[in-house]
Nanobody, 120 residues
Protein backbone atom coordinates (compact mmCIF):
# COMPACT_ATOMS: atom_id res chain seq x y z
CA UNK A 1 0.00 0.00 0.00
CA UNK A 2 1.26 3.47 -0.91
CA UNK A 3 0.51 6.35 1.43
CA UNK A 4 0.42 9.79 -0.19
CA UNK A 5 0.49 13.14 1.57
CA UNK A 6 0.01 16.41 -0.30
CA UNK A 7 1.13 19.83 0.88
CA UNK A 8 1.66 23.31 -0.49
CA UNK A 9 -1.89 24.46 -1.05
CA UNK A 10 -3.13 27.84 0.08
CA UNK A 11 -4.69 31.11 -0.98
CA UNK A 12 -3.14 33.24 -3.68
CA UNK A 13 -4.15 36.15 -5.87
CA UNK A 14 -4.72 35.71 -9.60
CA UNK A 15 -1.40 35.57 -11.41
CA UNK A 16 0.32 34.08 -8.39
CA UNK A 17 2.12 30.78 -7.96
CA UNK A 18 2.03 27.74 -5.73
CA UNK A 19 4.05 24.55 -5.57
CA UNK A 20 2.32 21.39 -4.47
CA UNK A 21 4.26 18.42 -3.14
CA UNK A 22 3.19 14.80 -2.80
CA UNK A 23 5.31 12.54 -0.62
CA UNK A 24 4.91 8.80 -1.01
CA UNK A 25 5.64 6.32 1.75
CA UNK A 26 5.04 2.63 2.33
CA UNK A 27 5.26 0.46 -0.79
CA UNK A 28 6.83 3.20 -2.87
CA UNK A 29 7.76 0.71 -5.59
CA UNK A 30 4.04 0.87 -6.35
CA UNK A 31 4.31 4.58 -7.18
CA UNK A 32 5.72 4.61 -10.71
CA UNK A 33 3.33 7.17 -12.15
CA UNK A 34 1.90 10.16 -10.32
CA UNK A 35 -1.22 12.04 -11.27
CA UNK A 36 -2.63 15.35 -10.10
CA UNK A 37 -6.35 15.96 -10.00
CA UNK A 38 -8.53 18.92 -9.19
CA UNK A 39 -11.51 17.27 -7.61
CA UNK A 40 -11.84 14.42 -10.15
CA UNK A 41 -10.54 16.34 -13.16
CA UNK A 42 -7.18 15.14 -14.41
CA UNK A 43 -4.70 18.03 -14.41
CA UNK A 44 -1.31 16.42 -14.96
CA UNK A 45 0.60 13.18 -14.71
CA UNK A 46 4.28 12.29 -14.76
CA UNK A 47 6.12 8.97 -14.74
CA UNK A 48 9.33 8.17 -12.89
CA UNK A 49 11.04 8.66 -16.26
CA UNK A 50 9.54 12.09 -16.81
CA UNK A 51 7.26 12.67 -19.83
CA UNK A 52 4.69 14.93 -18.17
CA UNK A 53 1.24 15.26 -19.68
CA UNK A 54 -1.17 18.11 -18.98
CA UNK A 55 -4.79 19.02 -19.36
CA UNK A 56 -5.33 21.74 -21.96
CA UNK A 57 -6.52 24.16 -19.29
CA UNK A 58 -3.11 24.20 -17.55
CA UNK A 59 -0.63 23.73 -20.39
CA UNK A 60 2.10 26.32 -20.30
CA UNK A 61 1.27 27.30 -16.71
CA UNK A 62 1.73 24.12 -14.67
CA UNK A 63 4.77 21.85 -14.47
CA UNK A 64 4.64 18.32 -13.08
CA UNK A 65 7.80 16.58 -11.97
CA UNK A 66 8.94 13.66 -9.85
CA UNK A 67 12.00 13.07 -7.69
CA UNK A 68 12.29 9.32 -7.38
CA UNK A 69 15.11 9.55 -4.82
CA UNK A 70 12.80 11.48 -2.51
CA UNK A 71 9.64 9.55 -3.46
CA UNK A 72 8.07 12.93 -4.09
CA UNK A 73 6.04 14.42 -6.92
CA UNK A 74 5.60 18.13 -7.50
CA UNK A 75 3.13 20.36 -9.27
CA UNK A 76 4.45 23.86 -9.94
CA UNK A 77 1.50 26.15 -10.67
CA UNK A 78 2.11 29.57 -12.20
CA UNK A 79 -0.16 32.30 -13.57
CA UNK A 80 -2.96 30.97 -11.43
CA UNK A 81 -6.55 31.83 -12.30
CA UNK A 82 -9.70 31.78 -10.16
CA UNK A 83 -10.90 28.74 -12.10
CA UNK A 84 -7.84 26.84 -10.87
CA UNK A 85 -9.35 26.87 -7.38
CA UNK A 86 -10.33 23.57 -5.82
CA UNK A 87 -9.11 20.59 -3.86
CA UNK A 88 -6.02 19.10 -5.47
CA UNK A 89 -5.29 15.42 -5.07
CA UNK A 90 -2.17 13.45 -5.76
CA UNK A 91 -2.55 9.88 -7.00
CA UNK A 92 -0.16 7.06 -7.86
CA UNK A 93 -0.20 3.81 -9.77
CA UNK A 94 2.27 0.90 -9.64
CA UNK A 95 3.04 0.66 -13.34
CA UNK A 96 3.88 3.14 -16.03
CA UNK A 97 1.52 5.92 -16.89
CA UNK A 98 -1.40 5.01 -19.15
CA UNK A 99 -1.31 6.73 -22.51
CA UNK A 100 -4.18 9.06 -23.30
CA UNK A 101 -6.47 11.11 -21.12
CA UNK A 102 -5.57 11.58 -17.46
CA UNK A 103 -8.15 9.34 -15.81
CA UNK A 104 -8.81 8.94 -12.10
CA UNK A 105 -9.69 5.29 -12.66
CA UNK A 106 -6.09 4.58 -13.74
CA UNK A 107 -4.75 5.34 -10.26
CA UNK A 108 -5.01 3.11 -7.22
CA UNK A 109 -3.57 5.23 -4.40
CA UNK A 110 -4.81 8.68 -3.39
CA UNK A 111 -3.83 11.39 -0.98
CA UNK A 112 -6.21 13.40 1.20
CA UNK A 113 -5.91 16.55 -0.90
CA UNK A 114 -4.75 20.10 -0.41
CA UNK A 115 -6.94 23.16 -1.00
CA UNK A 116 -5.99 25.81 -3.55
CA UNK A 117 -7.89 29.08 -3.61
CA UNK A 118 -7.23 31.76 -6.21
CA UNK A 119 -9.07 35.00 -5.62
CA UNK A 120 -8.51 38.71 -5.36
Amino acid sequence: QVHLVESGGGSVQPGGSLRLSCVASGDTHNAKCFGWFREREGIARVSNQGYPVYAESVKGRFTASQDSAKNTAYLEMNSLKPEDSGMYYCAARPYGCVIGKIRASDFSSWGQGTQVTVSS
